[in-house]
């Protein structure tokens, strides 16, 4: 049985797998700034992206950027090393890093105590890896699973209500305002959609069928004329934009937002976008649910509660063949997509879009 530690002086968080996992990792950096403010919490994260949303966190004292995918294995290697300097008293490889390669760079980056999750690829290599590990649990959001490790460690839990942190700076702010002023958009409502998915695994053939996003704005001008709609793309930085916290600053300014489980869900979710409407993916379970009260589900039929089936944290890609998972993100028509985001609109009190 894990037994509580003295406070950590340094602290090395894992947060790699994805832009939007990062995203879900701010509540622990809020609870281990709360819990011990004199800890030196550092992120070490792989995508760029993931590093910019960080950006201007009071919880992060350092931030470690470094794609282990793209750069030499002997290059990883002494990135790794160099973490142990000073030796970090825990790392923490969050929620929900399931292949064992992240356990291995918890291991060489050679924390004192390495808390992980237990996977369904588990093995007694595992035990090695990491000192301490708890079950992970599908039924609740990566935030409570991260939390979860922090107990670990001792101490009462301060966060009791998980949120994202996400800081875009007066710069950014500015950019996007100006960046509607000079399209028109100030001072009128809009919808923002983003129509990509992540490209790593076979993650990217969740998206929503182009065609499905063609007769979705097809029915939107049709019906809703004065309603703008921007479309984020298929790429995690909006064109133009200074920095991805800059698009974040404008998904903020939308009325509402449709996408399906990507980073720009979760950034919609921290920037408080007054209406979310996300169409359910075969990747959508509730560890990675939007973390907020209020949005809005699209089912999808074909995946009818089957997540489970279909994907789960151990490192594989999602089950099936490239045409099985295309058929299943096409049995979500237009029209229920359309309710949702009207419905949402409507009940918001707005005039009818």
Known sequence: MSQPMPPPGRALVFSMAGIGDTLMATPVLRELRARWPEARVEVVVMWSGSAQLLAGNPHVDAVHAFNLLERPRTTGLRFLLGLRQPRADVSLTLHPQGRREYRWVARLAGARRRLSHRYENEARLDRWLVTDAIEQDYTVSCAENNLRLVDLLGGRRVVTEPRY???PSDPEIAWARDWCRTEGLEGRPWLGIHV???????LALRRWPVDRWQGFLQAWRARCPRVPVVAFGGTL???GAPSLRAAAALVGRARAFVSVDTAFMHIAAAMGVPHQVVIETPTLNPPVFPLRRDWTRVHNPAVHGRHLDFYR??????AGTDDDIERVMRAVEVEPV??????GWWSRGDSNP
């Open 165 to 167: 942190d996400l800081f």
């Open 196 to 202: 990509g998915s992540g490209g790593t695994k076979n």
């Open 237 to 239: 930085r909006f064109p």
């Open 313 to 318: 944290y151990d490192g594989r890609p999602i």
């Open 338 to 343: 359309w309710e949702a985001v009207a419905a």
